[in-house]
């Protein structure tokens, strides 16, 4: 245990400093409160601290320029104090830093994407409005596979006889399959 003296911080909650503010203002100027049985605590000189920034602040000064006016505020105080880097530290920003980079790279690939998908809505405008034309310049796609263009296929029986035996039951699988979908499909063309 400690032998300093503390003060409970709620001991300056008055009309001039509420505790919401008292908390914000021990932010500012760096103070960590040491927190007992849920009371928060400062020590002798924190209390002073706090005392002259509730008559900075009553006087008509803002909480930033008070604190900066008794000095030791928190940014002062974080560059003061430099913390040894652990290795996991050191790995945790490298870490992040990779995230930083990665989330850089979504961002642009989604301003490209949005990009692109405005030229692909234009062009498709453009389609709509000049259909003949535009008919010309899309590329013709080739007719599906028909059954007089798999006849003109090597046939692959030439070969090995294992090759053959599975070759003529495909084409038994095939054929059967052609009679049960062609009843369908007659359906639809007709």
């Not at 760096?30 to 002073?48: D, F, L, Y």
């Not at 930083?100 to 949005?114: C, G, H, P, T």
Request: include cysteine; aromatic fraction near 4%; charged fraction near 30%.
């Amino acid at each position: 245990m400690s032998d300093t003296t503390l003060i409970e911080l709620k001991t300056f909650i008055s009309d001039k400093a509420s505790h919401d503010q008292l908390k914000y203002w021990c932010k500012l100027q760096g103070i960590r409160p040491i927190v007992k049985a849920r009371i928060a605590h400062v020590s002798i000189a924190e209390s002073e601290r706090i005392q002259e920034m509730i008559a900075l602040v009553s006087s008509g000064m803002t909480p930033k320029e008070a604190a900066r006016k008794l000095g030791n505020t928190k940014e002062e105080a974080g560059h003061l104090v430099t913390a040894p880097t652990s290795p996991v530290l050191q790995e945790l920003k490298e870490i992040r830093e990779a995230m930083l980079a990665m989330a850089q790279e979504v961002k642009a690939s989604r301003e490209e994407n949005r990009a692109l998908r405005s030229e692909v809505l234009s062009l498709q405008k453009c389609l709509e409005y000049k259909k003949p034309e535009a008919a010309a310049m899309v590329p013709q796609r080739e007719s599906p596979i028909s059954s007089e263009s798999q006849d003109r296929r090597a046939d692959p029986r030439e070969g090995s006889p294992a090759k053959s035996d599975f070759w003529k039951e495909l084409q038994k699988v095939s054929a059967w399959l052609e009679g049960v979908v062609s009843p369908f499909v007659q359906v639809f063309k007709g």
